[in-house]
């Protein structure tokens, strides 16, 4: 909405919201942590009212990185010598999950893992795309979680990571990339699986799943306390480019970065990308998914997410054990 409704978390105090009066109805049914929530009219200023109510007119502010910017943009017209920061300061406030949060996002990934599971047995030969995400996200809705997305991708198409625009229909032997997520009170899920469709898998598919497996699992073994991002990313990249794929991000290979953090956003800190310093530390969940683009081919793609324990890294759902069986 281009109607301004903002959670405010001072340095010091309880956090409070700002919200149109028409909506705090609904605000105050989805409110969690704290109570009071200043209500704005119609024909008022509701960034003077964000600065009114922190009592501020300079230093520093935090904006999410992913807020809409006609709201900086209007802090900034009634407060102009606030300085705004974003990375530096807001990141670490979702950088480390509790044990609660935790648990939320284990909720959501077994959803999806049942979610896959169900698609996976439905699968009929001549189904679009668009069916098969129906598929998914009806099972996450029947579950009892938010549906997040379903990328579903067949045969060529599962070379380009994020998909095509040319449809397809699915047919015996097509690899089957299927990218799912939803959400439980807020946290989400990620798991991707790939599998071949009513056919033995060819020895060039099981050999490029094969060796996407072997990524994953190098990023797994090298995501421990202490380490950083970036080495995560070279220990799964090193397992692609050692068999002759790449190198760095050229195709065929791994064209992107090794995995990313996740939580109440399906992609946020911390990044598994190359040269990336942030040390791993109890509480950080990401995702490990080395994908392996031929173009002109097919792609694979493995991936599953892990939280930091005090013990190293835990997967949310145990990988797939071989490119006949999706999951344990």
Not at 128 to 137: I, M, T
């Amino acid at each position: 909405s281009e109607r301004t409704m903002v959670a405010v978390i001072p340095a010091k105090g309880d956090p409070f919201y700002i919200c149109p009066a028409f909506e705090e109805d609904r605000l105050r049914e989805n409110v969690t942590i704290g109570n009071k929530i200043n209500i704005w009219q119609e024909d008022e200023n509701p960034f003077k009212l964000i600065i009114d109510s922190l009592g501020i007119s300079s230093g520093n502010i935090a904006l999410e990185d992913r807020l809409r910017f006609f709201i900086m943009d209007g802090l900034r017209k009634v407060a102009p010598n606030l300085n705004f920061v974003t990375d530096s300061i807001s990141k670490t406030c979702r950088l480390i999950k509790s044990p609660s949060e935790i648990a939320l996002m284990q909720k959501a990934f077994d959803i999806t893992a049942e979610a896959i599971k169900y698609t996976i047995g439905q699968l009929k030969e001549g189904m679009s795309q668009n069916e098969v995400s129906g598929l998914v996200a009806k099972a996450h809705q029947d579950l009892g979680a938010v549906h997040d997305f379903a990328l579903v991708l067949f045969g060529v198409s599962s070379s380009f990571p994020h998909g095509s625009k040319i449809p397809q229909t699915l047919k015996k032997g097509d690899i089957v990339l299927m990218d799912c997520g939803c959400r439980v009170h807020g946290y989400s899920s990620d798991i991707t699986r790939t599998i071949v469709f009513g056919d033995e898998p060819t020895a060039k598919q099981k050999d490029i799943w094969n060796l996407e497996k072997k990524a994953q699992e190098a990023g797994f073994a090298a995501a421990q306390l202490g380490a950083t991002c970036g080495s995560v990313d070279d220990a799964s990249r090193k397992v692609i480019t050692d068999a002759g794929f790449g190198p760095d991000y050229k195709v065929p290979g791994l064209p992107h970065r090794t995995g990313h953090g996740i939580g109440m956003d399906g992609h946020e800190f911390p990044y598994m990308v190359k040269n990336n310093p942030q040390v791993l530390e109890p509480g950080m969940c990401f995702s490990i998914e080395p994908t392996i683009a031929l173009p002109s081919e097919f792609g694979i793609r493995l991936e599953d997410c892990v939280y930091m324990t005090e013990n190293g890294p835990q997967w949310f759902i145990q990988p797939s054990p071989s490119i006949n069986q999706p999951f344990h």
